[in-house]
């Protein structure tokens, strides 16, 4: 227990060592910036404002997928907060331009549509992680979506008027310590919710919650590093500009991510039997035309074996249907180990289950059987549970999926027939 302490310690004494040589070299960096006679090109801070706002209204877009599909409430929250991000993004830009055509009075003032843009989405980001701790998950998206219009509205309008009805505009004061203060409102701001996102992530791996927190960390160092910007297109202020853009690439991206996983999820239970994890019965049809197609151009035989399990209503009313449901569950457990990877094991409804055995003919669909049924015998669970099994072959048996199905099912209930035992014949297989 001591070791464990004194370890715990060195980790923490480590990460404050970093810490501290991270914000020093940070701080470094910031002087070296200040310092800087570097001044940007206007039409390269065109385009990362239009990139911004493209990339910002294409998470907007994928956010609202994500929403459908899981019914997440930072997502839809988010969305609605990028888009006028975007939009505010792209305002700002066209102010920018006015700007630099009409030199305002009085000395270099700070965007008013940069400070609401930003403040907004940084509120926007605190908002989403309140509302997702109150109610995680929506129930009715459609009034959710309306009940978050009017949060993100609310949101929009107090950020608006609180910057807009000031009495003087923000200015920049160059030569002082800090000199665009009213950047550290939205640093602090994005300090929280950087806190708040990194608390989330002991929760939750998604790849968008890890999006979130670097990506409101990066906006952290990005007003940092505006409020060191003496003038416009200064390296302070192109540099906080591309962390912006760089910010909303990587809530892009996480997005996109999580919606690959999703439609990866999606289609795997479009093709799978949600108790076992076998294929379903769909998918069993696709691959018997599939190798039926095959099998005709290459001249070559497959084979196709139907499991039954025997006595399951007995199980479910001596056991109970839970213990139903695990004896199914064991026999799809077993036809998917005991498979190749080339094979198809499918459940093909209730206590019915196939296996569809590329390249094979009776003699190997025959050792297939007996080899799952040896597994499920000594399985060591109970109760114990025996299985009939028939078999069919293409094309001697039939030429088309009702034909072989109808085959392999035929030879099946002729071996339940008879009774359990155990044998090794042609069509007829059955196994205690």
């Known amino acids: 227990m001591a070791g464990l302490g004194k370890s715990w310690g060195r980790y923490r004494i480590g990460v404050v060592l970093l810490g501290t ?22 039409l390269f801070d065109a385009y990362l404002e239009m990139a911004g706002s493209l990339i910002a209204f294409t998470f907007a877009a994928n956010a609202m997928v994500r929403f459908r599909g899981t019914h997440d409430r930072i997502s839809l929250i988010l969305a609605f907060g990028f888009v006028l991000a975007g939009l505010i993004e792209a305002g700002s830009s066209m102010s920018f331009y006015h700007g630099m055509l009409v030199p305002p009075p009085g000395g270099a003032q700070i965007s008013l549509g940069w400070l609401a843009g930003r403040t907004l989405l940084g509120v926007l980001l605190l908002a989403a992680l309140i509302v997702e701790k109150r109610i995680p998950v929506s129930r009715d998206p459609g009034k959710e979506i309306a009940g978050v219009t009017l949060i993100v509205g609310a949101v929009a309008y107090l950020t608006s008027v609180f910057y807009f009805m000031l009495p003087r505009a923000p200015k920049v004061h160059p030569g002082a310590f800090v000199p665009r203060g009213w950047d550290l409102l939205p640093a602090v701001i994005y300090i929280v919710a950087t806190v708040g996102y990194g608390w989330r992530l002991r929760r939750t791996t998604a790849a968008l919650d890890r999006a979130l927190f670097i990506a409101a960390g990066l906006n952290v160092i990005c007003h940092i590093t505006m409020s060191q910007s003496q003038r416009m297109l200064d390296a302070p202020y192109t540099l906080a500009h591309g962390l912006v853009v760089l910010s909303y690439v990587v809530v892009l991206g996480g997005t996109l991510l999580d919606n690959a996983q999703l439609f990866d999820q999606v289609s795997r239970m479009a093709a799978s039997d949600s108790l076992t994890g076998l294929a379903n019965h769909r998918r069993l049809l696709e691959a018997l035309e599939n190798e039926i197609e095959r099998s005709r151009r290459n001249g070559r035989q497959f084979a196709v074996l139907l499991f039954d399990l025997d006595g399951l209503k007995k199980i479910n009313d001596k056991y109970g249907h839970l213990t139903g449901s695990r004896a199914i569950k064991r026999l799809g457990s077993v036809l998917r180990n005991s498979s190749r990877m080339i094979d198809t094991p499918a459940r093909f409804g209730g206590d019915e289950f196939a296996l569809v055995l590329p390249e094979a003919g009776g003699h190997e669909a025959e050792q297939a059987a007996t080899r799952i049924c040896e597994k499920l015998a000594t399985d060591g669970e ?21 034909q072989l199905l109808g085959a392999a099912d035929l030879a099946l209930y002729r071996m339940k027939r008879r009774g359990p035992g155990k044998f090794h014949l042609r069509h007829l297989v059955a196994c205690l």
């Open 21 to 42: 040589i991270a914000l020093a070299g940070f701080c470094v960096v910031l002087w070296f910036l200040r310092k800087s006679h570097y001044v940007s090109d206007p």
């Open 382 to 402: 109970e109760p114990f549970v025996s299985v009939s099994v028939g078999q069919a072959v293409y094309p001697a048996d039939g030429t088309t999926i009702e």
